[in-house]
């Protein structure tokens, strides 16, 4: 696609509940990243996927949360038993392998955990 | 430990004035830097990149410097407008082989008021 694709742009959800949300990268990036942004917060990286190396998790907040990225492409992350403390925008970004090159944001997903 | 830090945290000027924003990194070794903006709901935007080489780099009234021996760099904003309110982001990416890793500074908060 043209950008970096983000799925729903909103979620609202109720606490305990897990959620999905999902990211789709421009074609032909290896490179994809998720991060979160809390009210009044700067970013907080939370996991980043290059190729097929193992993934940098060191990000992750707590064990219920998780990411997958399935053939090099579209990347999920997965949060469980959610917290209100969870509530925040999780945004997605893409680039090339070399450099961090062509390094795109997706709009986002606003959590509301309630 | 590569890592990036901005300041201040947030800053609040009045319409017309300027105002400069810092970043300081350890990321190494370095590939280039970014200045991102992001309006509240919003994606970040690039403002400028630059590489090991460059010094300096405008985008209409927004300036960014980069001094690689100091690991330092700035965004200075000339005839702030009430559109500048936003977050601002620095982001660097290393030279690490095939990865060009990308790492996020928390972003600098700033209010422009009339």
């Known amino acids: 696609g043209a950008g970096v694709s983000q799925s729903p742009s909103n979620k609202v959800t109720e606490k305990g509940k897990d959620v999905e949300l999902r990211c789709d990268p421009i074609?032909?990036?290896?490179?994809l990243y998720w991060y979160r942004q809390s009210l009044g917060q700067g970013l907080e990286f939370l996991i980043y996927?290059?190729?097929?190396?193992?993934?940098?998790k060191s990000g992750l907040p707590s064990d219920r949360f998780s990411a997958e990225r399935t053939g090099g492409s579209v990347s999920t992350l997965t949060i469980q038993r959610t917290q209100q403390e969870d509530s925040a925008v999780y945004l997605c970004?893409?680039?090339?392998?070399?450099?961090?090159?062509?390094?795109?944001f997706g709009s986002g997903t606003r959590l509301t955990v309630v | 430990k590569n890592q990036v830090e901005q300041s201040p945290q947030s800053l609040i000027i009045l319409e017309g004035k300027n105002c400069t924003l810092q970043?300081?990194?350890?990321?190494?070794?370095?590939?280039?830097l970014r200045w991102y903006k992001q309006d509240t709901g919003r994606g970040p935007v690039s403002l400028t990149i630059?590489?090991?080489?460059?010094n300096t780099k405008s985008n209409g009234r927004y300036t960014a410097t980069l001094d690689a021996d100091t690991k330092q760099s700035s965004l200075h904003i000339t005839a702030s407008q009430l559109s500048d309110s936003a977050s601002y982001i620095c982001?660097?990416?290393?030279?690490?082989?095939?990865?060009?890793?990308?790492?996020f500074g928390r972003g600098t908060q700033l209010t422009v008021w009339p």
């Open positions: 982001v660097v990416s290393d030279r690490g082989s095939t990865l060009g890793r990308l790492y």
């Open positions: 996927f290059q190729g097929n190396s193992a993934p940098d």
């Open positions: 074609s032909g990036h290896t490179a």
């Open positions: 970043c300081n990194y350890t990321v190494s070794p370095f590939s280039n």
């Open positions: 970004a893409s680039s090339f392998s070399t450099g961090g090159y062509g390094y795109t």
């Open positions: 630059m590489t090991f080489s460059e």
